[in-house]
């Protein structure tokens, strides 16, 4: 783990309210370089510490207007491997995050349907048809507030 210094957290912050930015961008907005923006985010890139650059898009402009939380149980853990399990819910187009977790549920879904009606549609045909598949849980989204993390 690289020491991070304050320049490197505002260049941490700059890049998660916009990942698209290049290193000229956060240069200007910074006071720094082109070149000494870019030398800091690829160390902070060769660091791990920027594991990627993501998009979020607008689901609901694109027609995905429900958003689904499942908790999902095993039916029985040594029956089916938790890789086939995996493999098989990662196929599933609608699921957009699937999480491994410990407590009451074994995975934590997130997925996202036309309405509710698409949302049946798939729980029925392809989540509840799933390898092992146990107890579900869902918990539908209804607003969603976004946090900067633990940057600050």
């Given amino acids: 783990m690289i ?6 957290r505002a260049i941490l912050k700059a890049l998660v309210a916009d990942a698209t930015q290049g290193a000229g961008a956060v240069g ?3 006071g720094l370089s082109q070149p000494a923006a870019w030398r800091r985010i690829r160390r902070l ?16 402009r694109l027609g995905f207007g429900v958003t ?5 149980k095993l039916a029985t853990k040594g029956r089916v491997s938790l890789e086939d399990f995996e493999r098989a819910v990662t196929a599933i187009p609608e699921v957009q995050v699937v999480q491994h977790v410990l407590g009451v549920y074994d995975y934590r879904l997130r997925v996202t349907a036309r309405d509710i009606a698409d949302f049946e549609r798939v729980l029925r045909r392809r989540i509840m048809t799933l390898p092992g598949i146990g107890n579900v ?5 209804l607003s969603e507030e976004r946090l900067p993390g633990p940057l600050g």
């Fill in 68 to 72: 689904v939380f499942l908790g999902v």
């Fill in 28 to 30: 200007r907005a910074l």
């Fill in 3 to 8: 020491a991070l210094d304050d320049t490197d």
């Fill in 45 to 60: 890139e060769e660091a791990g510490i920027l594991a990627g650059r993501r998009i979020d898009l607008a689901a609901d």
């Fill in 137 to 141: 849980e869902a918990n539908v989204l």
